[in-house]
């Protein structure tokens, strides 16, 4: 069966340091996996997904994630925090890849302190 | 375009009453997905839709819970009676097919009191 994690509920991080929110999954196969971010009073915005190629995925907003299959990780990463960076992220996996569904973690609250 | 709309924004009802939630997913999509995130849990699927028909309801809690899609286009979430532990966030998605990426509405917070 699949599932994700995100072990850290909150991260509080000083603006301009760099940013992690960490994320691992368990799948049977090749996962598809996927960063959303929710921002207060708005709904889940894609910032990024790992379908193959590149371990370093590029993404919206300056966000980047690496996926590691040896870890079955797939932390995201900014190298320098702004406040407005402030929100709940949320790692996703599909499936199989054909799956029509997500598998979503729990959420990682993240708090940029100015 | 316009987004995937959900209304209400929020709903507080009593132990139970009767909801209903409406998604509107962007016109010309035809696959619709409802999610549900309990408070400090994980977002779990609920059901998909491709057009009118249920393609997958597996995530459904129980039977109190019944999703329509008329003509393919809106969709709605009736919770009846509704319990303490339907509080939550309800997201509406959608996408245009298979391989695509997926939309959602700035969701439903349920609170059942």
């Known amino acids: 069966a699949q599932s994700v994690a995100q072990p850290e509920d909150q991260v509080n991080v000083a603006e301009g340091n760099p940013l992690t929110v960490k994320c691992t999954y368990s799948?049977?196969?090749?996962?598809?996996l996927f960063w959303y971010v929710q921002y207060p009073n708005r709904g889940l915005q894609f910032l990024l997904k790992y379908i193959t190629g590149d371990n370093l995925v590029k993404g919206s907003y300056g966000f980047e994630a690496e996926f590691n299959k040896s870890q079955t990780s797939f932390h995201l990463k900014k190298p320098s925090a702004l406040v407005s960076d402030s929100a709940l992220y949320f790692c996703?996996?599909?499936?199989?890849?054909?799956?029509?569904?997500?598998?979503f973690g729990t959420g990682t609250r993240l708090t940029v302190i100015p | 375009e316009a987004g995937v709309t959900q209304f209400p924004s929020h709903s507080v009802i009593e132990k139970g009453q009767t909801v209903t939630l409406r998604c509107d997913p962007i016109s010309g999509h035809d696959n619709l997905y409802w999610y549900r995130r309990v408070m400090g849990k994980e977002i779990k699927f609920l059901l998909h839709?491709?057009?009118?028909?249920?393609?997958?309801e597996s995530g459904m809690p129980n039977n109190r819970f019944l999703a329509e899609r008329t003509g393919g286009t809106y969709s709605t979430l009736k919770v009846q009676p509704a319990e303490l532990e339907d509080s939550g966030v309800y997201f509406c998605?959608?996408?245009?097919?298979?391989?695509?990426?997926?939309?959602f509405g700035s969701g439903t917070r349920l609170t059942v009191v």
């Open positions: 799948v049977s196969g090749n996962p598809y």
């Open positions: 998605a959608s996408r245009s097919g298979i391989g695509n990426g997926y939309t």
């Open positions: 839709f491709v057009k009118e028909s249920k393609q997958d």
């Open positions: 996703a996996v599909r499936d199989p890849p054909g799956a029509n569904n997500l598998f």
